[in-house]
């Protein structure tokens, strides 16, 4: 079982950053694939980032990619989301995810993930 928080967002203007953090419960957070994604009012949950286990891997959807930056730090149990050049259709809750590296399917797909947190709100102005 593991138990994800997410931390860090808030409101920023167009063209700032904001990290994200997700920390994990648990003594085998390195043997999980993590994942970001995010849910803007009135449209459905969307991937946004993933990292594997090790940390080796990255993906990113072309929305962010450039501009986001997933990384992880094992020793630590978390994964952060370094968000830049923010712009407004970024606003949106966003939420960590992890699975079992050795369960790992599809890494861009919501539903490859046993785990969630509660979100983070994160909101762009213009």
């Known amino acids: 079982q593991v138990q994800l928080v997410e931390s860090g967002g808030g409101l920023v203007q167009a063209g700032g950053s904001l990290r994200l953090s997700c920390a994990a419960s648990?003594?085998?957070?390195?043997?999980?694939?993590m994942g970001w994604f995010r849910q803007a009012p009135g449209k459905e949950r969307e991937f946004v980032a993933a990292i594997s286990w090790g940390g080796g891997i990255t993906y990113y959807a072309d929305s962010v990619k450039g501009r986001f930056t997933i990384s992880r730090d094992n020793a630590k149990n978390t994964v952060y989301l370094q968000m830049n050049s923010l712009k407004p259709e970024d606003t949106a809750i966003y939420y960590c995810?992890?699975?079992?590296?050795?369960?790992?399917?599809?890494?861009?797909?919501?539903?490859?993930?046993?785990?969630w947190g509660q979100g983070t709100q994160v909101t762009v102005s213009s």
């Open positions: 648990g003594r085998t957070f390195s043997s999980y694939a």
């Open positions: 995810a992890a699975v079992q590296a050795r369960k790992a399917g599809i890494l861009q797909r919501s539903s490859s993930y046993d785990y």
